[in-house]
């Protein structure tokens, strides 16, 4: 795996400490955060169909 490095403010830094666990990397912060995102944003979407959407029972399909 290749290294970079990304600058953040040292009040991110903290908050991403905080996010995190004692064992964790900040590479292991970032990842879970951005997994919740993601699964943040299917539910989100989910629930929008859920709402706006029209179903047909399968037995009809």
């Known amino acids: 795996m290749e ?7 040292k009040e991110v830094r903290d908050l991403l400490k ?3 666990r004692k064992d964790e990397t900040y ?3 970032l990842r879970n955060l951005l997994k919740s995102g993601e ?3 299917f539910y989100d ?3 929008k169909i859920l709402e706006t959407e029209e ?4 037995v009809k399909v």
């Open 45 to 47: 979407e989910m629930e």
């Open 55 to 58: 179903f047909v029972p399968l």
């Open 3 to 9: 290294i970079t490095t990304i600058p953040v403010s």
């Open 27 to 29: 590479d292991d912060i």
């Open 18 to 20: 905080k996010a995190g």
């Open 39 to 41: 699964i943040k944003k």
